[in-house]
C-alpha cells in the first residue's frame, strides 16, 4: 500500500500529525505483474487493508470519501483517510468493478502504472522507451474516463503517455488529477507533466500534485527543499496557483530530498516558500484547498449527470490479444 495525498503521507500518525496532514489518500498499488490474472483480487486485500488500517487509528482517523466528510472531519480535529486505486489493469478491463470500487469508497483511480492497459498507454509509450500501444486512450478507455465522471471518482494521469493525457482532458467532464507529478521544463522525465500539458490542465481546472522523488525534481539522485519548490513554482507560473498541490509519494520512493526525509517535514517546504514570497492564503491552497475544489467539481459533475439521468455505462470491453491471455477468464 502506497500512501497519496491531499499531500502523499508517510505511514507513523505521529509523522502526520507533525507534517500537519490532515488528510491523506491511501493508494491500493498492485504490481503490473498481476495484470490479467489476480490484478482485482489483489487490490479488494488492498482497500481492506487500509479500512482496517482505519479502523485501527479511529476516532484520530476517519474514513472519508467526500468534501463534507473532510471538512467535518477537520472541524473534530481528525485526520481522513481516503482510498485511491493506483493502475486501471486493477480493474480487470471491468466496469462492474469500477463501480464496487467506488462503492467501497475510491475516490481516485491512476489510470496507468508502469505499464500500459488494454485501453490506455502509460508513460512508456514516450521518451526514452517510445513503446506506442494504442496511441493514447482507446474509445473502451473513454467509456471508462465517461463511467468515472459519472460515479464522481477523480481521473489521475500520473504515469500516463502525453497522448493519454491530452485524449483524457478532451473527454473528461470533470477536473483531473496527477496524483504524483513533477514539471517537466525542470527534469525531463516522462513522469512529469510538460508545459503543454500543463497548460489544457488549467482549462480542465485540474491539478498537478507535485512529487518529491529525487529523480523527477532533479533527475538525480539528490535533491533538496529548494528543487521541490521551483517545481511548485514553475507548475503555478504555467498552469496558476489553482492548479498544483503536494503529492510528494512517501512510502512509495526510495531517494527524497535534503530537509523533505518524511512528511513531517513539509512545514520546512512551507517556509521556504514563505520566504520567496507566497502568502499563507496560497499555501493553504498549495497544501489542500486546490485538491477539494477539484474533489467539489468532480462531485458536482457526478450530481448534475444523476439529475440528467445518466445512466451506468455498459460497454463490453475489446478482446484480450492472444498474447496477453493468461487462462484466467471463463468464456461463455
Given at each position: 500500500?502506497?500512501?497519496?495525498?491531499?499531500?502523499?503521507?508517510?505511514?507513523?500518525?505521529?509523522?502526520?500529525?507533525?507534517?500537519?496532514?490532515?488528510?491523506?489518500?491511501?493508494?491500493?498499488?498492485?504490481?503490473?505483474?498481476?495484470?490479467?490474472?489476480?490484478?482485482?483480487?489483489?487490490?479488494?486485500?488492498?482497500?481492506?487493508?487500509?479500512?482496517?488500517?482505519?479502523?485501527?487509528?479511529?476516532?484520530?482517523?476517519?474514513?472519508?470519501?467526500?468534501?463534507?466528510?473532510?471538512?467535518?472531519?477537520?472541524?473534530?480535529?481528525?485526520?481522513?483517510?481516503?482510498?485511491?486505486?493506483?493502475?486501471?489493469?486493477?480493474?480487470?478491463?471491468?466496469?462492474?468493478?469500477?463501480?464496487?470500487?467506488?462503492?467501497?469508497?475510491?475516490r481516485y483511480m491512476t489510470l496507468t502504472t508502469t505499464c500500459h492497459t488494454p485501453w490506455a498507454d502509460s508513460n512508456n509509450a514516450d521518451a526514452p522507451k517510445y513503446d506506442v500501444k494504442h496511441g493514447g486512450l482507446t474509445a473502451y478507455g473513454?467509456?471508462?474516463?465517461?463511467?468515472?465522471?459519472?460515479?464522481?471518482?477523480?481521473?489521475?494521469?500520473?504515469?500516463?503517455?502525453?497522448?493519454?493525457?491530452?485524449?483524457?482532458?478532451?473527454?473528461?467532464?470533470?477536473?483531473?488529477?496527477?496524483?504524483?507529478?513533477?514539471?517537466?521544463?525542470?527534469?525531463?522525465?516522462?513522469?512529469?507533466?510538460?508545459?503543454?500539458?500543463?497548460?489544457?490542465?488549467?482549462?480542465?481546472?485540474?491539478?498537478?500534485?507535485?512529487?518529491?522523488?529525487?529523480?523527477?525534481?532533479?533527475?538525480?539522485?539528490?535533491?533538496?527543499?529548494?528543487?521541490?519548490?521551483?517545481?511548485?513554482?514553475?507548475?503555478?507560473?504555467?498552469?496558476?496557483?489553482?492548479?498544483?498541490?503536494?503529492?510528494?509519494?512517501?512510502?512509495?520512493?526510495?531517494?527524497?530530498?535534503?530537509?523533505?526525509?518524511?512528511?513531517?517535514?513539509?512545514?520546512?517546504?512551507?517556509?521556504?516558500?514563505?520566504?520567496?514570497?507566497?502568502?499563507?492564503?496560497?499555501?493553504?491552497?498549495?497544501?489542500?484547498?486546490?485538491?477539494?475544489?477539484?474533489?467539489?467539481?468532480?462531485?458536482?459533475?457526478?450530481?448534475?449527470?444523476?439529475?440528467?439521468?445518466?445512466?451506468?455505462?455498459?460497454?463490453?470491453?475489446?478482446?484480450?490479444?492472444?498474447?496477453?491471455?493468461?487462462?484466467?477468464?471463463?468464456?461463455?
Amino acid at each position: 500500500m502506497s500512501p497519496t495525498t491531499a499531500t502523499r503521507a508517510n505511514m507513523p500518525k505521529l509523522n502526520l500529525l507533525l507534517g500537519q496532514a490532515p488528510a491523506p489518500f491511501w493508494a491500493a498499488f498492485v504490481p503490473c505483474e498481476a495484470q490479467h490474472k489476480d490484478a482485482v483480487q489483489i487490490t479488494l486485500e488492498q482497500i481492506d487493508v487500509i479500512k482496517r488500517l482505519t479502523e485501527r487509528y479511529s476516532p484520530h482517523l476517519t474514513a472519508c470519501t467526500s468534501v463534507h466528510d473532510i471538512v467535518e472531519a477537520h472541524k473534530n480535529h481528525q485526520m481522513c483517510s481516503l482510498i485511491g486505486v493506483e493502475g486501471g489493469h486493477s480493474l480487470g478491463g471491468s466496469l462492474g468493478v469500477l463501480r464496487i470500487y467506488y462503492t467501497l469508497g475510491v475516490r481516485y483511480m491512476t489510470l496507468t502504472t508502469t505499464c500500459h492497459t488494454p485501453w490506455a498507454d502509460s508513460n512508456n509509450a514516450d521518451a526514452p522507451k517510445y513503446d506506442v500501444k494504442h496511441g493514447g486512450l482507446t474509445a473502451y478507455g473513454k467509456t471508462i474516463v465517461r463511467e468515472m465522471n459519472r460515479l464522481g471518482m477523480i481521473v489521475d494521469l500520473s504515469r500516463s503517455s502525453v497522448a493519454t493525457m491530452k485524449d483524457v482532458l478532451a473527454t473528461s467532464q470533470a477536473p483531473v488529477i496527477f496524483s504524483h507529478s513533477s514539471a517537466y521544463a525542470l527534469c525531463n522525465s516522462s513522469r512529469n507533466v510538460q508545459d503543454e500539458v500543463l497548460a489544457l490542465l488549467a482549462k480542465n481546472r485540474g491539478l498537478v500534485m507535485v512529487n518529491f522523488y529525487n529523480k523527477f525534481l532533479s533527475c538525480g539522485e539528490n535533491a533538496s527543499v529548494q528543487d521541490a519548490a521551483a517545481h511548485i513554482n514553475h507548475i503555478r507560473q504555467i498552469a496558476g496557483i489553482d492548479h498544483v498541490g503536494l503529492g510528494a509519494g512517501y512510502d512509495g520512493i526510495n531517494f527524497t530530498p535534503r530537509g523533505l526525509e518524511d512528511v513531517s517535514s513539509y512545514p520546512r517546504l512551507f517556509a521556504e516558500l514563505l520566504g520567496q514570497g507566497w502568502t499563507a492564503e496560497e499555501l493553504e491552497q498549495l497544501a489542500g484547498r486546490n485538491l477539494l475544489r477539484v474533489l467539489g467539481a468532480v462531485e458536482k459533475v457526478r450530481e448534475n449527470q444523476r439529475l440528467s439521468g445518466v445512466r451506468p455505462y455498459e460497454d463490453i470491453p475489446p478482446a484480450i490479444r492472444p498474447e496477453e491471455h493468461a487462462n484466467c477468464t471463463t468464456n461463455s
